[in-house]
């Protein structure tokens, strides 16, 4: 059954009736989409991430070095990580460079060091999840003082990153193969739902422009929580439909967060969610990697 509108929120989620081909079986593809389905990860990291640092931050005098770093961490050390976590760790990258310390010893430019960020992260992200409606419903309640003042820079550096996708990338082209995968999965009685890391409302728009959201359950981003709890609400509405989770689960995607992302889920669910690796280099879905032998 194809849905006439896509949930608006996680909860709303429902699984299909379908089964998988003649198994009988319901089956749950997680899907990432920047990188897997599309060039989105080069095409933002590239340009509108490390701007909206170097403006917000005043590091025009080391721009160069601030996008060498945020494409290294963002596309190669810790590849797909949520924006809060990777700012933080460029820094620390950054930091590391020689030239950049020569800059801050010459008082040209001071990068800043984000303690408070750091704080969040392992105390209330790493829990709630990363997106921009945690962060602000977090410095809500917080009082004046370099905390608030810290996070609030933060928070305002994410509105430029999305601006800046907005006007640089209002739309990223598919991979032919990942149209076909995700047509042909779902033809064969498969619920594929969209994982990601993305703001919601950029992805929403890319899977519509995709002209795929007859083809897909869900499109859940950042203000959705950590993709784990994606895949956990998927499991548990197909329990609460059916009386079972799915039969089978597997997440696609090209980052190592996407693996954690499942094995923290088969953790909590007490199920195995698979994961199918998308190869750097060669990312995109593709009807092979997408088809199951059962």
């Known amino acids: 059954m194809t849905l006439t509108r896509l949930p608006e929120k996680l909860q709303d989620y429902t699984a299909s009736e379908s089964t998988y081909g003649k198994t009988g079986l319901r089956v749950l593809f997680g899907i990432d989409s920047d990188g897997c389905v599309d060039k989105g990860m080069r095409s933002k990291h590239g340009g509108p991430f490390p701007r909206a640092g170097i403006d917000a931050f005043g590091l025009a005098p080391i721009g160069e070095a601030w996008r060498i770093a945020w494409a290294y961490v963002n596309e190669i050390e810790d590849r797909g ?9 460029v820094v620390t990258r950054v930091l590391e460079m020689p030239v950049v310390r020569e800059a801050e010893k010459n008082g040209v430019v001071t990068v800043p060091r984000l303690p408070h960020l750091r704080a969040y992260l392992d105390k209330v ?10 962060l602000n419903d977090y410095i809500t309640g917080l009082p004046q003082g370099e905390e608030k003042a810290e996070l609030a820079a933060v928070a305002e550096w994410s509105k430029a990153v999305n601006a800046n996708v907005n006007t640089d990338c209002p ?3 598919p991979f ?10 779902k033809d064969q009685g498969v619920d594929c739902m969209i994982v990601s890391g993305t703001p919601e409302e950029h992805l929403r728009e890319t899977w519509a422009q995709h002209g795929l959201t007859g083809s897909i359950r869900g499109v859940f981003g950042r203000e959705s929580g950590k993709k784990d709890m994606h895949l956990m609400a ?14 089978v689960a597997i997440m696609f995607g090209d980052a190592p967060g996407d693996d954690r992302g499942r094995q923290k889920a088969s953790d909590a669910l007490g199920v195995r969610v698979g994961f199918m690796p998308i190869r750097v280099g060669s990312a995109h879905l593709s009807q092979t990697s997408m088809t199951l032998e059962i």
Not at 81 to 89: D, G, I, S, V
Not at 125 to 134: E, I, L, P, R, Y
Not at 176 to 185: R, V
Request: glycine share 6%.
């Open 125 to 134: 992200a790493s829990v709630k999840g990363f997106g921009d409606n945690v």
């Open 171 to 173: 739309y990223i082209k």
């Open 234 to 247: 998927a499991m548990q509405a197909a329990e609460k439909q059916f009386g079972k989770m799915y039969d």
């Open 176 to 185: 032919t193969h990942a149209i076909e995968a995700i047509k042909l999965a």
């Open 81 to 89: 990580c949520p924006r809060f976590k990777a700012l933080a760790q």
